[in-house]
């Protein structure tokens, strides 16, 4: 027989015959349905990291919400986040609600994993008494790690995943966290808000991630734990009796919703001051180095330019621009004059940076600031109301507890930068609107429900967390929240100095924010 | 590609489909579908005609088309297997049928494209029967060598080779156990085959046909009781053996059936098996087609297509069967069968082939030589389109080009029919193939004869004393049983086969002393004044011409106009193989004379006899050697003779007015019909009964 074509035996040696013809078409099917797996799979890279996190096109980072024990690939969250994912997988289904905490733990930066660690650790606690200490109340609180972003950029998609969450068996009724005021993380909690859930804010500090800013509320069911930047601002006046004429202001332009609410309540504090303010831009990423530290040299000349009785310096500035700002001052000419800087919360994450010049602070430096929470302030500075020493023997009770089954382990733990305490006491208020939200006769509250019950706590409904009693006023704001005043040590970590309030004075014992 | 059949497109076509696609379901050597054209039952195709036409080629070239692509076999019944049984082998246990049946079921087995071979459990079952009618005092080899053969045709295909033949062998081993041991011989065979056959082959299907002969006529719906009547029925012959074989052949078909049945080989075979048999008019071809036919009679239906070949036309045979030409069938049969059995057939007579088919056949067959022009037209002029004969010839110039180029010097040129065999003359290839080998002396001596009593007289001057008149007229009979034309006038019809014989018997004898015994003896068969015509063409066969000039110028002026033109044709219609000498006399010199004389170019040395008027004798003369050539079927006809002949005829209508307007037709026709090959028939030859012998001996 004559040599074929291919195209001949396939009309002849196969199309013909229709064995052959529909065995040809079931291969040649499978063969393209395989193809085309195949080929979505060579292009789809599978880009999931765990249950319910994955990478976003165009990154690397693995973002959302974590619904089993993830550790976000940082080896100093596991112990955490095995011990909470234990906690959940405790939970019967059906007799718990879920509290999202909300941070960046793709964060590369050693100080903010510091800080998230210490966070988390103090959320899990927080849990572990709901669950385990409160005589049995329902519902029960499972705890999830959200993940928008180092930056927050991918905040849409986990706020999309946590408004998800509402619905179903998770259950989700409150976002705890958000940690920095950021213009992302404000974003995400104007849609997370939006959306209904209520959000827990645990450091956040600057004026406008809040309510009640200029007479209106645009996050319905936000509450903060923190005092604003504002009060903190009042309560750091109110401490150090600064003037006009003794103070200059370093701070950061153009800023983000932190900087800037600090920046404006040190401008109020010394209107009329002599000195113009000095402005420095770090990059937009501020845990980034940048250029500043060039600026603060300059800065440092000008501020051994004030006049003697200048012996103030109030920074409106993230941490590591703070750092640099203090190691400047370190090596400024005017080593004889003694200097205190001032500045918000955000020092708190200098306690146990490595590249902090502490020699600095021996040269008549003090650097002093407003911490969120400080485990000496009840102990120290022992006060008949606003927080207690027994409200805060709870948690450290708890702390011990962890250290070995079956509460712990939860990793290296550490009071002192008030992390751990503001997380605690954040999820504590969580537990707190969840379970008095929960209708009578039932275990599970509505989710806005929640929200609502943020203008209650107070009087004899406050909470007496760890961090000083947490009343809040009807934009859920703290009111007259303790705010311990602390010290860095050239000895590396942080002397509390004392603690001051935002009206000057500790609230009255019934704790009611004035209308 | 594929070497082509030349002229049988009507049955081979692909688009659009001839006979053979609608049949079989199939375009030739392709594997594709095509529709069937009778779909519930197709027709008995029975090629028709004598020897030469290609009929055993058209069924060579549909095997070739087919193979591969459906299962195909093609039985040859002429065949020396299906003649005679094998030495060892009694007759009661063998007929041709049977052996046709077992060779075309081992050719139907071949696994064809998308599907694996075929099986014949029934059929096995049924032959291993009937030999085993024939074991009564066998060794057991015998037996093995015999039923191995037969046991191999239920072996399906296997992929593990070497497993083929290991359950024949078993099975094998267990017949001739049984065979030989003390118990019924026949019984004990077929038990052991059926036997066999149900436990070998677990599947539905073989169940099944180990329980086919429980239908047979008082099986009793015992299958082995079945068979045992099968074997008993053929080995009393006669009658009973004719019903066992009926049987055989309907076990075949159910075999196929079977194959072709159900959702998965439907889903795997296109078409139908295809069966062929060739020289049908031999056993067992007859008995196979009779039985088909009466089954397909009778509604047992079948899914085979055949195709046979028979010489002669088959029309005692197949009586009522429809008759179509090829042609006729090129688009679609116009077939719808009848009660009777023989209307289940379709006689199909195949055509002798066209002048372009003979042109292309000639450019095919000498590919490879520079040919003259005139060849293809001179080969179709004398062999009317005879395939073989085109072949032949072809093969024949092919092999002396560059040389001689007349047909004269092709015909007894050497021919090698293989590359290494004895090379014979062209002419005795041809009538190897063309006549009946057995009476081809006889046919020889009596080509010259016109009718019965001239052969006759030949036989009794030319051959023994035995062939006598009954011999004459059995060998009439043959050749029209060989399906060669019967033409009044010519004991053998056919002019090629005619002129070949002639010249047979010019070359008998190195003197041509045969052919020169031959015309003297019908010369003296013919002493009367009305046969003048035989005699006169007889004595110009010997190269005499005297006569016939003077005969017919001494008729011209008086003789009925077409009679004398009859006459003439006639006359001239004598072969001329060899030159003549000066006298005319046949001599073994080369140079054909005859074209000088038409011409006039001997005018001037011709004695004229005297008191007749030479003019007239000279024309006539002429006239004559001008028709003689011009009819020649060995020379081409010359445009200058032909120029001659009408002007000289044109001449001879003026001296007649009576007769002014035939002569002067005659004048305008028979030129122009010699210059386009075709007979010089003219004027009133048709429907002319009575005028005894036509002559159509001037057809190329």
């Known amino acids: 027989m004559a040599r074929r074509g291919v195209g001949t035996w396939i009309r002849e040696g196969v199309w013909e015959i229709p064995l052959r013809r529909y065995t040809a078409l079931l291969v040649a099917a499978a063969l393209v349905a395989g193809l085309v797996l195949g080929v979505r799979v060579l292009l789809h890279v599978d880009r999931s990291c765990g249950p319910g996190v994955a990478r976003p096109e165009g990154s690397d980072e693995c973002v959302g919400v974590a619904t089993g024990p993830y550790d976000f690939g940082q080896s100093q969250l596991r112990d955490v986040v095995r011990a909470i994912g234990r906690e959940n997988d405790r939970l019967a289904p059906g007799s718990y609600v879920?509290?999202?905490?909300?941070?960046?733990?793709?964060?590369?930066?050693?100080?903010?994993?510091?800080?998230?660690?210490?966070?988390?650790q103090g959320a899990y606690l927080a849990q572990y008494q709901a669950n385990h200490g409160s005589n049995g109340e329902r519902p029960q609180i499972r705890l999830l790690l959200a993940n928008p972003g180092a930056t927050?950029?991918?905040?849409?998609?986990?706020?999309?995943?946590?408004?998800?969450?509402?619905?179903?068996?998770?259950?989700?009724?409150?976002?705890v966290g958000i940690g920095q005021s950021t213009y992302a993380n404000k974003q995400a909690v104007r849609e997370l808000t939006r959306q209904g859930i209520p959000v827990i804010g645990s450091s956040i500090t600057a004026d406008d991630l809040a309510n009640g800013q200029g007479g209106k509320d645009p996050y319905p069911g936000l509450a903060r734990v923190a005092p604003t930047n504002?009060?903190?601002?009042?309560?750091?006046?109110?401490?150090?009796?600064?003037?006009?004429?003794?103070?200059?202001?370093?701070?950061?332009?153009?800023?983000?919703?932190?900087?800037?609410?600090?920046?404006?309540?040190?401008?109020?504090?010394?209107?009329?001051?002599p000195y113009e303010p000095q402005p420095f831009t770090p990059p937009d990423d501020r845990s980034e180095e940048g250029t500043t530290a060039n600026t603060f040299r300059q800065i440092t000349h000008l501020v051994c330019d004030t006049s003697r009785e200048t012996d103030t310096i109030l920074f409106a500035g993230r941490h590591t621009q703070l750092r640099q700002f203090i190691n400047a001052l370190g090596g400024r000419g005017c080593q004889d004059r003694r200097f205190t800087l001032l500045t918000g919360d955000e020092a708190s994450y200098l306690t146990h940076e490595k590249e902090l010049d502490r020699g600095a602070l021996r040269h008549n430096l003090s650097v002093r600031y407003t911490s969120l929470a400080h485990p000496d302030a009840w102990t120290k500075d022992p006060r008949p109301t606003g927080g207690s020493a027994a409200d805060f023997a709870v948690l450290r009770q708890l702390l011990t507890d962890a250290t070995r089954e079956p509460t712990g382990p939860i990793g290296r733990a550490a009071l002192d930068d008030g992390q751990l305490i503001i997380g605690y006491d954040a999820v504590r208020l969580a537990v707190h609107g969840i379970r008095e939200a929960v209708p009578a006769g039932r275990t599970v509250p509505a989710l806005t429900d929640v929200g609502l019950q943020w203008p209650q706590v107070k009087g004899s409904l406050r909470v007496n967390g760890a961090s000083g009693w947490i009343c809040l006023d009807v934009h859920g704001n703290p009111y007259d929240k303790a705010v311990p005043i602390v010290e860095l040590t050239p000895e590396g970590g942080s002397r509390f100095?004392?603690?001051?309030?935002?009206?000057g004075k500790p609230p009255g014992r019934e704790c009611l924010p004035p209308s | 590609m594929h070497r082509r059949l030349h002229g049988r497109g009507a049955l081979l076509d692909v688009d659009p489909a001839g006979l053979a696609p609608r049949l079989v379901g199939l375009r030739p050597h392709q594997h594709r579908a095509h529709p069937y054209e009778h779909p519930d039952e197709p027709p008995f195709v029975m090629l028709t005609g004598a020897r030469g036409l290609g009929k055993g080629a058209v069924l060579a070239e549909l095997r070739e088309a087919y193979r591969g692509h459906t299962p195909v076999a093609l039985a040859d019944c002429a065949e020396e297997q299906f003649r005679a049984p094998p030495a060892d082998r009694p007759a009661a246990s063998w007929s041709p049928l049977g052996q046709a049946l077992l060779v075309i079921a081992e050719q139907l087995a071949e696994p064809v494209t998308g599907a694996g071979r075929i099986t014949f459990p029934r059929l096995m079952s049924g032959l291993v029967a009937v030999a085993a009618g024939g074991w009564g005092d066998a060794d057991s080899e015998r037996i093995r060598r015999e039923v191995e053969r037969i046991l191999l045709l239920n072996e399906g295909g296997s992929w593990v080779r070497g497993v083929a033949g290991r359950w024949a062998g078993k099975v094998a081993a267990k017949v001739v156990a049984a065979a030989t041991g003390t118990g019924p011989l026949v019984s004990g065979a077929i038990e052991a085959t059926l036997e066999s056959v149900a436990e070998g082959f677990t599947s539905r299907r073989h169940q099944k046909a180990s329980v086919w002969y429980r239908t047979y006529p008082n099986a009793g719906g015992n299958a082995q009781r079945g068979l045992i009547l099968l074997s008993q029925h053929f080995r009393d012959g006669g009658g009973s053996r004719e019903h066992a074989e009926r049987y055989l052949v309907r076990a075949l078909l159910a075999d196929l059936t079977e194959a072709y049945a159900g959702v998965l080989p439907r889903m795997q075979r296109l078409g139908r098996p295809l069966v062929l048999l060739d020289n049908a008019q031999s056993a067992p071809g007859p008995g196979l087609v009779a039985a088909v036919l009466r089954d397909r009679a009778e509604g047992i239906a079948d899914r085979v297509a055949f195709v046979a070949a028979r010489r002669g036309e088959g029309r005692e045979e197949l009586p009522g069967a429809v008759r179509r030409e090829l042609p006729e069938v090129a688009r679609r049969c116009d077939w719808a069968p009848d009660t009777a059995p023989s209307s289940r057939a379709l006689l199909l007579a195949l055509p002798p082939l066209s002048p372009d088919d003979t042109l292309h056949i000639v450019g095919a067959v000498c590919r490879d030589t520079a040919v003259p022009p005139q060849l293809s037209h001179a080969v179709h002029r004398l062999t009317g389109g005879n395939p073989l004969g085109i072949v032949l010839l072809a093969e024949s110039a092919a092999q002396a080009l560059p040389g001689p180029a007349a047909l004269g010097e092709l015909l007894t040129a050497p021919l090698r029919a293989a590359e290494d065999g004895p090379a014979v003359p062209a002419y005795e290839a041809l009538l190897d193939r063309l006549a009946p080998a057995e009476h081809l002396d006889e046919l020889t001596v009596l080509a010259a004869a016109h009718d019965h009593g001239s052969a006759c007289a030949l036989a009794a001057a030319l051959l023994p004393d035995t062939f006598g008149p009954a011999s004459v007229r059995a060998l009439q009979t043959l050749l029209a049983e060989e399906g060669l034309p019967a033409v009044p006038g010519r004991f053998v019809g056919d002019p090629f086969v005619r002129t070949l014989l002639l010249l047979r018997l010019h070359l008998r004898d190195a003197d041509h002393g045969s052919w020169r015994t031959a015309h003297e003896t019908l010369i003296a068969h013919y002493p009367g004044e009305e046969h003048a015509r035989y005699r006169l063409h007889h004595e110009l066969a010997l190269g005499e011409t005297e006569a016939a000039v003077g005969h017919l110028r001494d008729t011209f002026p008086t003789a009925d106009p077409l009679a004398w033109l009859r006459t003439l044709r006639f006359v001239a219609s004598a072969p001329y193989f060899h030159a003549h000498d000066a006298e005319g006399r046949d001599f073994t010199g080369r140079g054909d004379r005859r074209a000088a004389v038409a011409l006039g170019g001997t005018d001037a040395e011709q004695a004229v006899p005297e008191g007749v008027d030479a003019v007239l004798h000279l024309r006539i003369r002429r006239l004559l050697h001008a028709v003689w050539l011009l009819a020649d079927p060995l020379v081409l006809p010359d445009p200058q003779v032909c120029d001659r002949l009408r002007f000289e005829l044109e001449q001879l209508s003026n001296l007649r007015p009576a007769g002014n307007a035939l002569l002067w037709r005659a004048s305008r026709d028979w030129p122009a019909a010699a210059l386009a090959g075709r007979p010089m028939d003219g004027p009133g030859s048709a429907t002319d009964a009575d005028h005894g012998p036509d002559d159509r001996s001037g057809e190329a």
């Open chain 1, 98 to 120: 879920t509290v999202a905490v909300m941070l960046p733990y793709t964060s590369t930066s050693a100080t903010s994993l510091n800080d998230i660690r210490h966070q988390l």
């Open chain 1, 152 to 175: 927050g950029a991918h905040w849409r998609g986990t706020a999309g995943q946590l408004t998800a969450m509402t619905a179903g068996a998770d259950r989700l009724r409150a976002v």
């Open chain 1, 230 to 273: 504002t009060d903190e601002a009042r309560a750091l006046a109110s401490f150090a009796k600064v003037g006009a004429g003794k103070a200059l202001l370093v701070y950061d332009r153009p800023g983000d919703p932190y900087t800037r609410t600090l920046q404006q309540s040190f401008a109020a504090l010394i209107k009329g001051s």
């Open chain 1, 497 to 503: 100095v004392r603690i001051a309030w935002p009206e």
